[in-house]
């Protein structure tokens, strides 16, 4: 197998080749590293060997039988049919195949199972939308979810390295060489990810809705407000929920206990977002009754944006390609 990582320099780049170097992949014969024209001839250490960056044409010639692409929607669109027309399957780390009916959305823990060997590019969820997926998934299974309401604390890691550069510029009193974001994010928070839409919504909340009934093949009603704030670690998500079955506390919390990847905190205890920073589960907490409302619960969801968020959950759907 070979293997190429186009955008290896960004964010998820970087934390792709962490994990597959924490996971000792003896199927992996070959890593080819891929970027921008601008970072052609950087060199990244992989296993304690150095490698050249080289352009998607070079690696195009290596004949990569798999390609994990986390470069953005305008790149995906570009070269993922020309890796197809070598053979190589892609997984796309970008929003530019989420809503295509044809291309299948994956969480592994979830719904991996549909994956099949017909499939040329599978979609990797948003960040915000795969562990609020990994939270909810078995309560739609077992008890049906009739409304959500999520709001999300986004890390400038789920913008990338100029929101990082930015960020740090600005708690330096600096100016930072490229605005990211328009407003302030030092000691602020700014309630808008991504553009705005027609309808006033950002794309960011738009993802979180639409995404979450594709992958749950469902029509749960669902409103979100996304919120970027100046941290470093984990992406934070306040859920609440309305079911339709009759649930108590003490059954919702045995149900998530049975998701393969998520890690109840119970009682008093929860996780914040820098205890996550670096790890691969999702972590939900102060699970507690809406007594607002009959049959409504609430919890807080967190995990690492550069990890399940996006490089975790692409390797999982790597592994399942290689072990099916």
């Known amino acids: ?29 070959k890593v080819i590293f891929v970027a921008t024209e601008k970072s052609k001839g950087k060199k990244i250490t992989y296993k304690n060997k150095t490698y050249k960056v080289v352009s998607v044409d070079q690696a195009l010639k290596q004949n990569p039988t798999h390609a994990l ?15 197809n027309k070598i053979g190589a399957i ?20 979830i719904n991996g199972k549909i994956i ?58 600096e100016e930072p060489k490229e605005k990211v974001y328009k407003n302030k994010i030092h000691r602020n928070v700014i309630p808008k990810c991504d553009d ?7 794309k960011e909340e738009e993802k979180i809705i639409k995404e979450t009934n594709k992958i749950l093949n469902s029509n749960i009603k669902i409103t ?23 649930t108590t506390k003490k059954q919702l919390i045995q149900l998530l206990k049975k998701q393969n990847g998520v890690i109840v905190e119970q009682g008093k205890n929860y996780k914040t977002p820098t205890e996550v920073r670096g790890k691969n589960e999702v972590f939900v907490s102060r699970i507690r009754e809406d007594f607002s409302q009959k ?19 692409a390797i999982q759907i790597l592994d399942y390609l290689i072990n099916n």
């Open 116 to 173: 099949s060997k017909k499939d040329k590019i599978i979609s990797n969820p948003n960040c915000s939308t795969i562990q609020l997926i990994m939270a909810i998934a078995i309560i739609q299974k077992k008890v049906g979810i009739k409304r959500m309401v999520v709001s999300t604390y986004q890390s400038v890691l789920g913008t990338g390295l100029k929101a990082v550069e930015q960020l740090k510029k600005e708690e330096k009193k």
């Open 69 to 83: 692409f986390s470069a953005g929607a305008q790149a995906s669109k570009k070269y993922a049919k020309k890796f």
């Open 196 to 202: 705005f839409c027609e309808n006033d919504y950002t």
């Open 1 to 29: 197998m070979i293997l190429t990582i186009l955008g290896a320099t960004g964010l998820v780049g970087k934390e792709i080749i962490k994990i597959l170097e924490e996971k000792k992949n003896k199927t992996i014969k």
């Open 90 to 109: 892609v997984i796309d780390n970008s929003s530019a195949f989420r809503m295509d009916k044809n291309i299948k959305l994956i969480v592994p823990e």
């Open 224 to 246: 979100a407000t996304a919120v970027r704030v100046p941290t470093l670690g984990g992406h934070g998500e306040s859920v609440n929920i309305e079911l339709k079955k009759k």
């Open 295 to 313: 049959n409504t619960f609430n919890m807080w969801v967190v995990a690492d944006p550069l990890r399940k968020g996006a490089a975790t959950n």
